[in-house]
């Protein structure tokens, strides 16, 4: 078996088919086979925490992260507080929900500031106090790098080295990394950061996403469907799965396009697009693709 056959399953991020109430993409994914779903603090907030995790429960769908906490980097006291308050929260929403991974997005600049190096200090005290609480709660922080140029505004982490750079005075069970190809790809060192990150143990949530180009407005729905742009996703797999990461993959795409769509077609063409970028045989729960572009979803019965 090859490297990348070794990889954990498909999960499907909540915001790649947001189109989708948490009921329709409950129903899309016991139709097609999918057992795993990453999920995202607002709409799941919306819908009721407990609600949700039952919902999860009922129709035996792993959680594979829960996303997000972060935003660590205010200098302000009160407001230091308050993001160490809702991350506290969103641990406990975790738990309830019953994946054991919090993805962090560290958080940008404050307005004014330009001191990178503080604000990366500021994101380390912070990880002192949440993650012992997160470990309490049988939950593990990971970390998110994201591509420079979300530095100013969104996380001052940039690369994998600086992640695990933040991580390493912390227990691997409290704290880790996530390794996002959206994030990564560009970066010489990645190879290096994922091996080290399996090394450590800290290699807690891998996803998928592809580079292209022209970047949209305001670049955030930039995420382009796999094997759309850019990424060598299987340069990724294989360095992901010799560095032992064997949970679900995880597809998180932001796209305005996608979103206009029908979103069980969506999640069809995620999951048919998943195997052929990792070269994973097409069979297994891909089977039932033709069932969602068929109409077969709209015809299911909502789950309990």
């Not at 305005?256 to 070269?279: P, Q």
């Amino acid at each position: 078996m090859s490297a990348r056959g070794r990889l954990g399953p498909f999960s499907v991020n909540q915001m790649t088919v947001k189109q989708l109430s948490l009921p329709e993409l409950v129903r899309s994914c016991r139709t097609l086979g999918v057992e795993h779903v990453g999920l995202w603090r607002e709409p799941v907030r919306e819908y009721g925490v407990e609600a949700a995790a039952a919902l999860m429960r009922e129709n035996a769908l792993g959680v594979s992260t829960l996303c997000r906490g972060g935003f660590l980097t205010a200098v302000e006291p009160a407001a230091r507080r308050e993001a160490l308050a809702d991350n506290r929260r969103a641990v406990e929403e975790a738990a309830t929900l019953g994946t054991d991974t919090l993805v962090l997005v560290s958080g940008g600049l404050p307005p004014g500031d330009r001191d990178l190096p503080g604000a990366r200090a500021r994101i380390a005290e912070a990880l002192a106090e949440l993650g012992p609480y997160a470990e309490r709660h049988g939950v593990r922080l990971a970390i998110e790098p994201l591509h420079p140029m979300y530095a100013a505004d969104r996380c001052v982490v940039s690369t994998l080295e600086q992640a695990l750079d933040l991580a390493a005075p912390f227990p691997s069970h409290q704290v880790g990394v996530v390794v996002d190809t959206y994030h990564l790809w560009w970066d010489d060192r990645a190879a290096e950061g994922i091996a080290r990150a399996g090394r450590e143990g800290r290699l807690h949530s891998f996803q998928l996403a592809d580079w292209i180009t022209p970047l949209p407005r305001g670049v955030m729905t930039g995420r382009g469907q796999l094997g759309d742009g850019s990424v060598d996703f299987g340069w990724f797999a294989e360095q992901v799965a010799r560095a032992g990461c064997t949970g679900p993959v995880e597809v998180e795409l932001f796209n305005e396009e996608l979103w206009a769509r029908d979103g069980h077609e969506v999640l069809a063409e995620t999951l048919r697009r998943w195997h052929e970028v990792l070269d994973l045989p097409f069979g297994g729960p891909a089977a039932n693709v033709a069932k969602v572009t068929a109409g077969g979803v709209g015809s299911a019965p909502l789950p309990r």
